[in-house]
Each structure stands twice: as C-alpha cells, then as structure tokens.
C-alpha cells in the first residue's frame, strides 16, 4: 500500500509551548520536550482511538488523549488503556464496573 492510502501521519500538541497539529515528531517534541504537564498525541486519518479510564478523576470512555489526559494526570494511582475502537473501550470499562 502506498504511503498516501496510509493516512497521514500527525502530532496534536494540547499542553506544551504552542498547542497545535504538527506535520513530524521532531516539531512537536520541541513544544513539549521539558514542559510541565505536557499532553500529546500520534493521530492519522485512519486511527480511531478510544481509552478506558478505570481510575481517574472521572472514570469512564473517551475518545481522545486530550479528554483521557485531563482525567488522570495527576490522579495518584490512575489507571487507563487504549483500546481499537469505541465498543471494546465499552466492553473493558463495562466489565470492569461489573455492570
């Protein structure tokens, strides 16, 4: 497959010097590298990312690491997984609660 059909490749800074989408990891690393409570994420087109907080703030499903972050940074004990779309992020956190 070529590089297009791939999806392209970015870096969403949310916390760090200059929040932004940035087109390589060495770009974003620079507004994040060394800043306090720094949060980012990988994202493509073709990624759909869901996360499970078990122990957080506010424990639940989300559907970016920005939400996900603000929901277990600085939460001692935290707990969370990344999971490949939304139904098995339910599924975990469903399972998890007992329900």
Request: with cysteine; aromatic share 14%.
């Amino acid at each position: 497959m070529s590089k297009e059909g791939k999806g392209k490749t970015e870096y969403a800074v949310y916390k760090g010097r200059e929040p932004g989408v940035y087109d390589s990891w060495s770009a974003a690393k620079e507004q994040v590298n060394g800043y306090p409570g720094n949060c980012f994420e990988k994202v493509g087109s073709s990624a759909s990312k869901n996360y499970v907080v078990y122990e957080g703030s506010k424990p639940g499903v989300y559907g970016s690491w920005q939400q996900t972050h603000q929901q277990v940074s600085g939460y001692s004990g935290n707990s969370y997984e990344r999971c490949d779309n939304r139904a098995v992020a339910q599924d975990k956190y469903s399972a998890y609660r007992g329900k």
